[in-house]
């Protein structure tokens, strides 16, 4: 009986010393091993550009301009629309009040026209293969900004004409 029972140990045993070039090795595949990561291209500094700096700055002055017009014409437009008679449709006080809403308007174009340049800017330099320039994307970015600031302001004011 001892035979009979050590015959099938050894037939298992032998069973588990075959070779182990039939399956495939559990190890990690070099493919499995590298990095899912996405590579970051470093991005590139700007290098000073004196004509693009000169453009900047008359740029600049242009906007500041405009938003010093646009402060002025806004409280002449805050002031019409808090006149007595002003809420009434066809007043003289009410078309007061809309001719510098209307004048307010006009400057936020211009404004909304600046960013419009800016970005063309923006654009042209990434066509060209060019490096984004911290100076331009500031200033659009202020320009941006500043539209943002004069629609609130004209939406108030019509606001207090009784406008949306």
């Known amino acids: 009986m001892k035979r009979s029972?050590?015959?099938?140990?050894?037939?298992?045993a032998a069973g588990c010393a075959q070779s182990t070039d039939k399956y495939p090795?559990?190890?990690l595949r070099p493919i499995e091993s590298r990095s899912e990561a996405?590579?970051?291209?470093?991005?590139?500094e700007a290098t000073p550009d004196a004509a693009?700096?000169?453009?900047?700055?008359?740029?600049r002055s242009k906007l500041a301009q405009i938003d010093a017009d646009f402060v002025a014409?806004?409280?002449?437009?805050d002031a019409a629309a808090k006149a007595r008679g002003a809420q009434a449709t066809g007043s003289d006080q009410w078309l007061a009040a809309q001719s510098l809403l209307a004048e307010l308007e006009g400057l936020r174009g211009d404004?909304?026209?600046?960013?419009?340049?800016?970005?063309?800017?923006?654009?042209d330099r990434g066509e060209a293969n060019q490096p984004?320039?911290?100076?331009?994307?500031?200033?659009r970015a202020k320009a941006q900004a500043q539209v943002d600031g004069e629609i609130e302001k004209i939406a108030a004011i019509k606001a207090q004409l009784g406008e949306k």
């Open 5 to 12: 029972a050590v015959l099938p140990l050894i037939l298992l």
């Open 25 to 27: 090795s559990l190890a």
């Open 38 to 44: 996405e590579t970051v291209a470093p991005v590139p």
């Open 52 to 59: 693009l700096d000169a453009q900047l700055a008359t740029m």
């Open 111 to 123: 404004t909304l026209g600046m960013v419009t340049d800016f970005e063309k800017l923006i654009t």
């Open 132 to 139: 984004p320039y911290p100076a331009l994307d500031e200033l």
């Open 73 to 77: 014409t806004a409280a002449k437009a």
